[in-house]
Structures are given as C-alpha cells and as structure tokens.
C-alpha cells in the first residue's frame, strides 16, 4: 500500500540546537517533495520544495535532503528556537498524479528554552 | 496581497443542513484545491479546479459533495445533508498556472461542526 510517514511523537527539543524530521514514503514516485508549518487552527505555510532529481536544498536556517533510493526526505532546523515549535507536514507531488499534495500526518516539534 | 480568503471560519449546521464553504484564491491565481483535516488525521485532498472547470475530484466523497469556480467569484465547496462525520476542518489552498514547482498557498480553514 502507499503511505507517507513521519515521526508520530512530538519532537521536543532544547533551543539552539538542530531539529531533524523525517519523512518516509513507500510506493510512490514523487516528482516533487514539500515541506509545510502548520501552526493550532492554521492553515499550512509553505517552506521548502525539492525535486526529485536534487539532493539537498536550503533556505536561512532550513535544510532539506532527498534520497529517492531509500525514499526518504529529512528536514533540518538549525539553531532552533520557540518559534519554530509547529507541526510539521512532508507532502508530495507524485509523477503522473497531477497538481495534487499527498501529505503525511505531520510531526510536531516542541522547541524548549 | 490578501492571500486565500475562506469564509466562514466556523460553521455550525445541524445533521441535514447544507453547508457552503468559500474560497476566494490569490490574485492571479486560478487553480484552487480543497483539502479536509479530520480531528488526529493528516489533510486529505479532495478536489482540484480551474476557472469553470473540475480538474481532479478523485478525493470527494461520491455523494452530497460538491465544488465549483466560477467565471466570477469564489470557489464553493458544497457540502448536503451533513451528517457528524462532515465535522473537520476545510481548507482551501491555490496556486498559478505551471505551478508544480511551486508551494501552495493555503487559507486558514473552515471549521465545520455538525450537531
């Protein structure tokens, strides 16, 4: 069957540190890989997209990996801070599949002082 | 830039009302896509459309829902007969033409309570 996975447990961790998120898909072929902040009673933002033929890609503190041998993109927040504490949702665009997101069911990140 | 206008934010219906739900895109946008959050469940697509035009509905329930973007005005999401398992949060999100490689815009949703 086809899912999109990504850490089911909160994700708390102390400030000033790196965040790092996971995001696992199986029988998919993602042309396109995105990531989302969703904030209590939000709608997504947008943050990051990557393309299935780029490894890495990167925007201020934010960083995203993307391996389609092990079908799996990592999403990294260095230096984090209270602010970033969110749910955090992968969502692809798969080959063939149109315009529509597939999203996974999101991790939510904590970020402590 | 006012970015995705939904309306209304909240939306109480008792079972057997009709809900509608509207979204107005970005300027310039006009590919338009509506997602469904169930409470503990991830954002669901539902249906994709362009000016007048239904692209995608492979994620709508095959009864009592509906959508459409007219020429003029916002796009609809209708919802029949609502039962409780309709209560959920609606989001609309929209996007320019030639946009797979872009992010999409979302609104902040439509909370739907059916009582």
């Known amino acids: 069957s086809q899912k999109i996975e990504q850490n089911s447990e909160a994700l708390n961790i102390q400030e000033g540190k790196t965040a790092t998120l996971t995001c696992n898909y199986t029988n998919y072929s993602p042309a396109y890989l995105q990531w989302y902040r969703q904030d209590p009673g939000r709608g997504p933002v947008f943050l990051l997209l990557i393309r299935e033929n780029e490894k890495e890609k990167r925007k201020e503190r934010l960083k995203v990996t993307f391996d389609t041998t092990l079908k799996q993109s990592l999403f990294h927040i260095t230096a984090s801070q209270p602010a970033d504490s969110a749910t955090y949702l992968c969502a692809l665009i798969l080959t063939g599949g149109g315009n529509k997101l597939t999203f996974g069911t999101g991790t939510q990140l904590k970020v402590e002082l | 830039n006012a970015g995705v206008m939904q309306n209304p934010r909240h939306l109480v219906r008792r079972r057997g009302q009709e809900a509608r739900l509207r979204c107005s895109p970005m300027?310039?946008?006009?590919?338009v896509y509506w997602y469904r959050q169930l409470p503990e469940e991830g954002l669901k697509f539902m249906v994709y459309l362009q000016k007048e035009n239904i692209i995608d509905e492979s994620g709508m329930p095959k009864e009592r829902f509906s959508a459409e973007f007219p020429k003029e005005g916002p796009s609809i999401l209708r919802i029949q007969q609502v039962v409780r398992g309709d209560s959920a949060a609606y989001f609309c999100?929209?996007?320019?033409?030639?946009?797979?490689?872009?992010?999409?815009?979302f609104g902040s949703g439509t909370r739907l309570t059916v009582v």
């Open positions: 300027k310039g946008h006009s590919h």
């Open positions: 999100a929209s996007s320019p033409p030639g946009s797979r490689s872009y992010g999409y815009t």
